[in-house]
């Protein structure tokens, strides 16, 4: 079931998170440019086979660096695309929750039934007997209650049932959007594996010890 708030929803968007994905592509594509330059570069001066396959070695880990900048790119915009689905479908809702559903049925119901019983109120009549001048008992009918006042109570009931009725053809709705917002980042997230096997499958040169500094 699908939960969505508008303020969660706005933090985000207005975050810095993608300020910083935005510099840290920068950079990286700098970097990723200054490696393209040393390969290239330095095929004339630096010779010899050894020298070939460092720039060999090299060049791949810049192959998996430059699809690691696409990746990381493709995902920004997929979050920002998702959220803006979502965004755009609460519109003025603060929050669609799907578990309300039944809820909001049921709510329904009761409106409905109350709206009945308040119509039912406008003509309810009660007998009145009263005596005439010569004493007769004169037998009359009237209406039991205020329909101003059972107008106004109508009124307000079928105010809250075109309300609810909005809400929940829009919650009605609002799996099936959901669904697209998730299926895009599924989308620009699943190349993150292949990304990771990329990686993984770059075996360093045997010369070196590679160790992570913290």
């Known amino acids: 079931m699908a939960k969505v708030y508008l303020d969660e929803i706005n933090t985000f968007l207005e975050s810095n998170t993608f300020d910083i994905l935005s510099n840290d592509s920068s950079n990286s594509k700098n970097i990723n440019s200054s490696l393209d330059s040393f ?3 330095t095929k004339d001066q630096l010779i010899g086979v050894n020298w070939d396959g460092y720039r060999t070695k ?6 998996a660096f430059a699809s690691g900048m696409q990746i990381a790119s493709k995902m920004s915009e997929a979050i ?20 309300k559903l039944d ?11 109350s709206i009945d019983s308040l ?15 010569n004493g007769e008992t004169i037998t ?12 106004s109570k109508i009124s307000l009931a079928q105010e809250t049932l075109t309300e609810l009725n909005r809400l929940i053809t829009k ?19 699943s190349g993150l ?9 770059i075996k360093p040169d045997g010369r070196f010890e590679y160790k992570h500094i913290y």
Not at 89 to 96: E, I
Not at 103 to 113: A, D, F, L, S, V
Not at 119 to 131: Q, R
Not at 140 to 151: A, F, G, H, M, P
């Open 39 to 41: 390969i290239s570069g």
């Open 58 to 63: 090299m060049g791949e880990y810049n192959e």
């Open 80 to 99: 920002k695309e998702a959220l803006q689905i979502l965004k755009d479908y609460l519109g003025d809702d603060l929050m669609l929750d799907s578990s």
């Open 103 to 113: 809820y909001y049925r049921k709510q329904k119901t009761i409106c409905e039934n």
């Open 119 to 133: 119509k039912g109120m406008l003509t309810a009549t009660t007998t009145v007997e009263s005596k005439g001048a």
């Open 140 to 151: 009359s009918t009237q209406l039991l209650y205020d329909t101003s006042e059972i107008n």
């Open 171 to 189: 919650i009605e709705g609002l799996d099936e959007v959901y669904n697209k917002a998730e299926a895009i980042l599924q989308e620009a997230f």
């Open 193 to 201: 594996d292949s990304f990771g096997a990329s990686v993984t499958s």
